[in-house]
């Protein structure tokens, strides 16, 4: 078959991109085309003090992909994906009502305290499988309510920053929200999925501008110079599980490494129990009707955000290359933070932070640009190795393999810490997950490939990985530091 070319748009918290993936009908090969800072939310901050995403430049800079990527050759589609929970409200003339905030903006902690103030924890897990973290979808609309509901007065739709896109991209007329990302708002129902109005009206909560959700790999309509817009799974690590080139009889999981940490596995139905409650576990939409069993870890966020302080106090902006070379040179015997706790979520500086807590819990303060990557990375590395012993335990079984996909599988250092402290191979690869996963959601909906079976082998075809044994002596080493830490992280 000739080849067809289609444009992945994947948006992540730091930057987005274009990706063009071409498919000769056997594998993908990936061009990217270009590259923009999306800003983060975290210096947009509106006359209200509310930090937002500036929409209207992401929006201009994704139809300059869409021109660029058309302009170099026929184009079979374009699709976006991003990070979830984040949306705007269209009113009746599908005018965008404001920017959208960003989900690290401090107002969603009131309402959150305000919401589980109204109804249980476990109630929610009950109606919802998620758990309920401070800048979900749900908290943000209650924030909402309380500091301007005459957006949710006049809002007819409310959709998610990639269905925001895609109604950009087919000229308002894409008016849905994919499932995978629908799922991340702890406003629908679990495994059955559906908007979950019972629990929005208990809680006093307009539910009006929830529309229709569709499924992974569907078309949701075309640009004015009739190119096909279609949803893949638009929430990132959707894509990039979908992406994941697992082989026949793998005991697998997953860990999608970026600025968050997902750590997981694809299940056929989702995980309801009080245990998985309890040890921080969610249920997200995943494709082909699968479930995203999966735990949030901060991820290289740490590093990003030390990163930022650490060019406000050196006056240099060190590359991360440069930052992981540090890591690896400082002393192997450093503190270690709880990558999994709130507080590192928006802080005014990370590395004052990261020091904060670990004079709380005893530890020696990380000093020096080494001494403090090297924290993040060896405590992402700790964190991983509670996940992955507690994902076992909740689903009754042994891992062989840890598959770390995304950007943040780029970094060897971690990647063989996280082997020697999980004690599983771990095989790296595609960095481009996300943007191959989102191709091949465009494959699906194209009828390219049968299915997301199809879609998958296309996948390994395509994806190259790389692998890391863990080494026994570490591992022992790893066993001892956990038990060190978490006897200071319970004082």
């Known amino acids: ?49 509310v930090r937002r995403w500036d929409f209207a430049r992401i929006g201009d800079e994704v139809e300059a992909l869409l021109t660029k990527a058309s302009g170099d050759g026929a184009l079979h589609g374009v699709g976006v994906d991003s990070w979830g929970v984040d949306h705007g409200f269209l009113d009746a003339d599908g005018v965008l009502l404001a920017p959208p905030v960003a989900y690290r903006d401090l107002s969603h902690a009131a309402a959150h305290e305000e919401v589980l103030s109204r109804i249980t924890r476990e109630e929610l897990w009950d109606a919802t499988g998620i758990q309920p973290l401070s800048f979900n979808t749900l908290y943000q609309i209650a924030a909402r309510q309380k500091d301007s509901p005459e957006v949710l007065d006049r809002a007819r ?90 082989k026949s009889g793998e005991r697998w999981a997953f860990l999608s490494s970026g600025t968050w940490s997902l750590l997981g596995a694809e299940l056929p139905a989702p995980v309801l129990s009080r245990e998985a409650m309890e040890l921080g576990f969610s249920n997200e939409g995943g494709v082909a009707g699968t479930t995203r069993f999966l735990k949030n870890i901060m991820g290289l966020w740490l590093v990003q955000e030390c990163r930022r302080s650490l060019a406000k106090t050196t006056g240099r902006q060190f590359t991360y290359p440069e930052l992981v070379t540090l890591a690896e040179a400082a002393r192997p015997d450093g503190p270690l933070i709880d990558a999994v706790a709130p507080r590192f979520l928006a802080p005014a500086d990370m590395a004052e932070e990261i020091r904060a807590a670990c004079a709380e819990t005893g530890q020696t303060l990380p000093a020096d640009a080494g001494a403090l990557i090297r924290c993040c990375l060896e405590s992402l590395a700790m964190a991983y190795r509670l996940s992955l012993r507690d994902l076992g335990r909740l689903l009754g079984q042994e891992f062989d393999v840890l598959h770390v996909i995304g950007g943040g599988s780029q970094n060897l250092l971690l990647n063989q810490w996280t082997a020697d402290a999980c004690g599983v191979t771990v095989k790296s690869g595609p960095s481009e997950a996300t943007a191959l996963g989102n191709a091949l959601g465009q494959l699906v909906a194209s009828g390219a490939v049968t299915d997301w079976t199809q879609a998958r082998e296309v996948s390994r075809r395509s994806a190259d990985v790389a692998t890391f044994v863990p080494d026994p002596a570490r591992l022992a080493q790893w066993a001892q530091r956990e038990n060190e830490v978490l006897k200071l992280w319970a004082k």
């Open 1 to 49: 078959m000739a080849s067809q070319r289609f444009l992945s748009v994947d948006l992540g918290a730091e930057s987005g991109r274009g990706v063009v993936a071409e498919f000769d009908g056997e594998r993908v090969a990936f061009s990217e085309i270009g590259r923009f800072e999306t800003g983060r939310g975290r210096e947009d901050l509106g006359p209200d003090g």
């Open 157 to 246: 739709r409310l959709l998610l920053i990639p269905d925001l896109l895609h109604n950009v991209l087919t000229g308002k007329r894409s008016l849905v929200v994919e499932g995978t990302n629908a799922s991340t708002t702890q406003m629908q129902r679990p495994g059955v999925g559906g908007w979950n109005t019972d629990l929005l009206d208990r809680l006093g909560l307009p539910s009006h501008f929830l529309g229709e959700v569709v499924s992974p790999g569907s078309r949701v309509g075309e640009t004015p110079g009739g190119i096909p817009v279609y949803a893949p799974g638009t929430h990132d690590t959707a894509s990039a599980v979908a992406a994941t080139p697992v």
